[in-house]
């Protein structure tokens, strides 16, 4: 089974992972951990007054970032015994990933939920809705566990 793996640096993507290790065996599953980088959309409005070194800085720094966490990442699952590949592209997460899905063709989609609701919601979006209402293949939404109150 070929499994995508979207994650960010977030506690959703660590409760993805967790996910991914405890439903599937090792020698069943081969799984992409991906990461796409979106330079904040503040950057863009700045572009007018930053140099163009300091944007490819700004861009090299979030490559190095994601490269350290697919890393990361990636270690946690061979620690697990899975077999693993890395892929970083740029571009807006939901796309990113959708693109990404339609080259490799994984049997599943997996990806962390960080559960926005409302104004926030609608101002930042849901990639995991978006990855979901498109995708030509089963999604697999994981939100992190709530303490017991």
């Given at each position: 089974?070929?499994?995508?793996l979207?994650?960010?640096?977030?506690?959703c993507s660590?409760?993805?992972?967790?996910?991914v290790?405890a439903q599937f065996?090792p020698g069943?599953?081969?799984?992409s951990v991906?990461?796409?980088?979106e330079?904040?959309?503040?950057l863009i409005?700045?572009a007018e007054?930053a140099?163009?070194e300091d944007?490819?800085?700004?861009?090299?720094?979030a490559?190095?970032?994601?490269?350290?966490l697919v890393?990361?990442v990636?270690?946690t699952l061979?620690?697990?015994?899975f077999?693993?590949s890395?892929?970083i592209?740029?571009?807006?997460p939901?796309?990113a990933?959708l693109?990404?899905a339609g080259?490799?063709?994984?049997?599943?989609?997996?990806?962390?939920?960080?559960?926005?609701?409302?104004?926030d919601?609608?101002?930042?979006?849901?990639?995991a809705?978006g990855?979901?209402?498109?995708a030509t293949?089963?999604?697999q939404?994981?939100?992190?566990r709530?303490?017991?109150?």
């Amino acid at each position: 089974m070929k499994i995508l793996l979207a994650v960010d640096d977030s506690p959703c993507s660590e409760a993805a992972v967790q996910a991914v290790i405890a439903q599937f065996r090792p020698g069943d599953a081969e799984i992409s951990v991906f990461h796409s980088v979106e330079l904040p959309s503040a950057l863009i409005f700045a572009a007018e007054t930053a140099s163009a070194e300091d944007l490819a800085e700004l861009r090299d720094g979030a490559v190095r970032a994601a490269e350290a966490l697919v890393s990361r990442v990636a270690k946690t699952l061979k620690t697990a015994g899975f077999t693993v590949s890395k892929f970083i592209e740029p571009g807006a997460p939901k796309d990113a990933i959708l693109d990404y899905a339609g080259k490799w063709h994984p049997d599943l989609i997996v990806v962390g939920s960080h559960g926005r609701k409302g104004l926030d919601r609608l101002l930042l979006g849901s990639v995991a809705d978006g990855v979901a209402r498109h995708a030509t293949t089963a999604v697999q939404i994981v939100r992190p566990r709530q303490p017991a109150v």
